[in-house]
């Protein structure tokens, strides 16, 4: 079974700064996706950012950026010039490849990020 | 990508009785999920819904316990039975849909319920 491991419960970054959160993942598979999702406090869960497997390029949206070491099973999350509204709960999820799999998600326990104005 | 609006947002229920949650997408889908997400845990998958079959459910998760029903191909719910303190949870409808040339999966805002 895969599994996902985010180390740092708690982080904190100061406005305008670089941040970047963790993740490793365990899985025999070569084909996959990664996401990050943020949840605020409202509780709704927000996609980030994706990254398929296949792919060798880092997925990047905007100030978001991922960093996805294959072979290491390593996939970090950069946040660039953070902003007030990048506190959140952050949680790495990985998911199979085929539809046959049933597109379940397999997430991480979080990553509680505060910014500091 | 998709939106998910569910209902009701919020609930506190009594221990004994049931409530059952809806899940409403702006599109045709294949699969919904429903998770649930116990106070400052992460996410755990109840079971997958299928229109036109019956629900799959992970492991600690039972029908009798967590009915689920998918009438049509937009549309879903999940009962809570003979609830608990300790189902007092947050409960989320999940959708895989395409997006950006890929397959990703989108939430609803959840429905917190609490059980007295």
């Known amino acids: 079974a895969q599994t996902v491991t985010q180390s740092q419960p708690e982080m904190s970054v100061q406005e305008a700064e670089t941040v970047t959160l963790s993740c490793t993942y365990d899985?025999?598979?070569?084909?996959?996706?990664l996401f990050w999702y943020k949840q605020p406090p409202s509780r709704q869960m927000i996609l980030v950012i994706r990254?398929?497997?296949?792919?060798?390029q880092n997925a990047t949206e905007n100030r978001f950026s991922v960093n996805f070491q294959k072979a290491a099973k390593s996939f970090s999350l950069k946040i660039s010039d953070s902003q007030l509204g990048d506190a959140a709960m952050y949680f790495c999820?990985?998911?199979?490849?085929?539809?046959?799999?049933?597109?379940?998600?397999?997430f991480g326990e979080g990553t509680q990020l505060t910014v500091n104005p | 990508s998709a939106v998910i609006s569910q209902k009701p947002s919020r609930d506190i229920c009594q221990r004994g009785t049931s409530l059952t949650i809806q899940c409403q997408v702006d599109?045709?889908?294949?699969?919904m999920f429903w998770y649930r997400q116990q106070p400052g845990q992460s996410l755990t998958l109840i079971a997958t819904a299928n229109q036109g079959s019956e629900a799959t459910y992970e492991s600690g998760f039972v029908i009798d316990k967590f009915p689920i029903s998918r009438p049509n191909l937009t549309f879903s719910t999940l009962t809570v039975s003979n609830m608990s303190p300790e189902d007092s949870s947050i409960y989320l409808c999940s959708v895989a849909a395409l997006a950006g040339g890929g397959d990703t999966q989108y939430f609803g805002p959840g429905t917190r319920l609490t059980v007295l």
């Open positions: 599109s045709q889908v294949t699969m």
């Open positions: 999820a990985y998911r199979t490849w085929g539809e046959t799999s049933g597109s379940r998600l397999t």
């Open positions: 990254q398929e497997a296949y792919k060798q």
């Open positions: 899985t025999s598979e070569s084909d996959y996706y």
